[in-house]
């Protein structure tokens, strides 16, 4: 079975700072993808950021960026120029075949102005 | 496009009592879930299913806890009794194609639901 672990149940950042989240994961399969979801307090959970682990080069989305460490089985999430409106929960989560999605506990990230 | 719908929002009922929750998913998708996210942890998937049939359901309670797809579109989630620790947020989501090989889910607002 697969296991997500994000270490970091709170993070702040200041506004237009840089800030990493990390996550970690457990699995014997090959081909898999792993992504970055989003929840805003009261509202509904959104895609950030995905990854396919046959590829080498880590993704980018605008101000969303992830360090994609095989080996190590890491996958970490750098928000760039934090904005007020990046405050919520983030989750980090795994497929494998079957399209089950299996998520971490979460990092909240506060923005302050 | 119009995203997952969810009702009720939210929903309060005593322990022993029963409750049921809807889905409708984006238009197209066959691929429909329920999770469950406790207060604090990550969602946990309950059941998948790809158009009317079960895909997994192997982290559903069976005891208490039923789910129906029947003409392969909108979805229910039924608790019966409910407990304590059935106090959850209940998530949907939806997908295109269960066997593709990237498949994004769309999640819908989530139902609170509240035991006492």
């Known amino acids: 079975a697969q296991t997500v672990t994000q270490s970091q149940p709170e993070m702040s950042v200041q506004e237009a700072e840089t800030v990493t989240l990390s996550c970690t994961y457990d699995t014997s399969e090959n081909n898999y993808y792993l992504f970055w979801y989003k929840q805003p307090p009261s509202r509904q959970m959104i895609l950030v950021i995905r990854?396919?682990?046959?590829?080498?080069q880590n993704a980018t989305e605008n101000r969303f960026s992830v360090n994609f460490q095989k080996a190590a089985k890491s996958f970490s999430l750098k928000i760039s120029d934090s904005q007020l409106g990046d405050t919520a929960m983030y989750f980090c989560?795994?497929?494998?075949?079957?399209?089950?999605?299996?998520f971490g506990g979460g990092t909240r990230v506060l923005v302050k102005p | 496009e119009a995203g997952v719908a969810q009702s009720p929002r939210y929903k309060i009922i005593e322990k022993r009592q029963s409750v049921a929750f809807w889905c409708n998913p984006i238009?197209?998708?066959?691929?429909l879930y329920w999770y469950q996210q406790i207060l604090g942890q990550g969602p946990k998937l309950l059941i998948q299913?790809?158009?009317?049939?079960?895909?997994?359901d192997s982290q559903l309670p069976k005891d208490r806890f039923s789910a129906e797809r029947l003409k392969g579109v909108d979805s229910t989630l039924k608790i019966q009794p409910a407990k304590l620790e059935d106090s959850a947020v209940y998530l949907c989501a939806s997908s295109l194609v269960h066997t593709s090989s990237y498949n994004e889910q769309f999640f819908g607002p989530g139902t609170r639901l509240t035991v006492l």
């Open positions: 989560a795994f497929r494998a075949a079957g399209n089950k999605l299996t």
């Open positions: 299913f790809q158009n009317n049939g079960v895909v997994d």
């Open positions: 238009s197209g998708h066959a691929t």
């Open positions: 990854q396919e682990a046959y590829k080498q």
